[in-house]
């Protein structure tokens, strides 16, 4: 039976009432408290009125009689009781009673239907920084496991695709708060609301749970990891797919080793298509990453625009023009102060409000001859020179080096590279070693293939 089906009529009179935000602080202490139990027989209803008259006092509640609670408070009296509100909640459907024999007294308890919402009023009272967080760093973790995995289960898989939707879904909500937060900063008109807005962010949660996609652990480190590990899984997944297929020709049909075979056969697919989705999923995520730099960089030169303009101009509020102007309107003098200020402000011609030149007259301008653009050839970028610099410290490269040093020799040969970093370390030393000042013996020598399928030059560098 569908869980919808099972809510009764008054379920809904929950969030008509006025005091809906109390009911629900009610709710989620009773569930916690109810899912903290040693025993299984549930919370009795003495229990029950003790935590909520414990969160009535914890949080000074203030209660309003509205049309709702006026109709049970006729029929049960005092209104904003402990006993009342149980009461309440299980007339509404909210909570069950049913009576325990062996306490020989009644105990609550929430319908399934009633569960779903009680753990949604429990996350929109959760702060936003004690929620785990999603990360590139969650993705990977799942994606090294199953590939680490010698039973590949799926359910990995499944983790690391929902981690992945979380964090592309978290993106576009910092996309929108993003241009809330510059809307905002920019719509303020003096100094003391640009202050208000900066102050307010140093606060607010979501800078703080949307710090981690910024940096450098986050998603520029793992970023080609993940393609890497997805690039291995799908090998991985191919080549076992391949014997299973080459497995079909040696068992018969219908036996139990066929259909055990079938099986992993399905699983294999299963799993290729889940860590498609991911890749899939992880290429959005890049895209929304690089579109929020961007747009980051247009939103804050708008509010920029609006600070360095109040910073000139100053505020509307603070703006003298117009009172000035009223001043004027109300002296008798006006004139005499205005021929002072033309002469103070060396004006050129008459002071006046609306003069000839002052109306619209269209401008006649003849039609500039049409002059093609000499083309201009730009010489090549010389690509030869560059050299791509990860980040990577001095010791990190200083290592490098003396381990693949001999007797003066630094050798690059296969046992060298075993990995993408080291492919970069190798390109940072050569690039550093050419500017060097100090004189060395460089050889380039033949290309080598690496185990990883990585192909570079010999090189050699004699101190």
């Not at 990995?156 to 993003?178: C, E, F, P, V, Y």
């Not at 290729?272 to 980051?296: A, C, H, P, T």
């Not at 910073?311 to 004139?335: C, F, P, V, W």
Request: proline share 2%; charged share 35%.
């Amino acid at each position: 039976m569908i869980l919808k089906d099972k809510i009764p009529e008054q379920f809904y009179k929950l969030f008509r009432t006025k005091n809906m935000d109390y009911y629900m602080i009610f709710l989620v202490a009773l569930y916690d408290e109810n899912n903290e139990m040693y025993t299984s027989l549930g919370l009795t209803i003495e229990e029950g009125k003790q935590i909520i008259y414990e969160n009535m006092n914890r949080f000074r509640m203030e209660w309003q009689v509205d049309a709702e609670d006026a109709v049970d408070s006729e029929k049960e009296g005092f209104s904003f009781s402990p006993a009342s509100i149980i009461s309440r909640l299980i007339a509404w459907g909210w909570l069950k009673r049913d009576f325990e024999e062996t306490l020989n007294e009644y105990v609550i308890s929430f319908p399934e239907y009633s569960q779903l919402y009680v753990e949604l009023f429990k996350q929109l009272q959760a702060d936003d920084s004690e929620r785990e967080k999603e990360s590139i760093l969650s993705v990977y973790s799942a994606l090294f496991t199953y590939h680490s995995d010698p039973e590949k289960n799926n359910d990995i898989l499944r983790n690391a695709l929902k981690t992945s939707k979380g964090l592309s879904q978290l993106l576009s909500n910092m996309q929108d708060g993003m241009r809330a937060y510059f809307d905002e900063l920019s719509s303020r008109k003096d100094f003391i609301g640009i202050q208000e807005v900066l102050v307010k962010e140093l606060n607010n949660s979501d800078s703080r749970k949307y710090a981690i996609l910024t940096t450098t652990d986050s998603f520029y480190r793992y970023k080609e990891a993940v393609k890497e590990l997805i690039g291995f899984v799908l090998s991985d997944n191919d080549l076992k797919k391949n014997e299973l297929i080459r497995n079909r020709t040696i068992f018969e049909k219908e036996t139990r080793e066929y259909v055990r075979n079938e099986k992993k056969l399905e699983y294999c697919d299963e799993a290729g298509m889940l860590v498609y989705k991911i890749e899939r999923e992880f290429d959005v995520i890049e895209r929304k990453y690089n579109r929020l730099i961007e747009q980051k960089t247009v939103f804050a030169k708008r509010a920029l625009a609006r600070i360095h303009y109040i910073m000139q101009e100053g505020s509307e509020s603070e703006d003298n023009t117009l009172r000035l102007i009223a001043l004027l309107d109300k002296s008798r003098k006006k004139n005499e102060i205005l021929e002072k200020l033309a002469e103070r402000m060396k004006l050129t011609m008459q002071y006046e409000n609306v003069t000839a030149d002052s109306l619209f007259q269209r401008k006649e301008r003849e039609q500039e001859e049409f002059e093609p653009v000499k083309a201009v050839v730009t010489e090549a970028s010389d690509m030869l020179d560059f050299v791509p610099k990860p980040l990577y410290t001095k010791r990190e490269l200083d290592e490098f080096r003396e381990r693949n040093t001999k007797d003066g020799r630094f050798v690059a040969d296969n046992h060298t590279v075993a990995s993408i970093e080291d492919l970069e370390k190798l390109m940072f030393i050569w690039n550093q070693t050419v500017n060097d000042e100090k004189e060395r013996k460089i050889t380039v020598d033949r290309d080598i293939s690496g185990k990883n399928g990585f192909k570079f030059s010999r090189l050699v560098i004699e101190e």
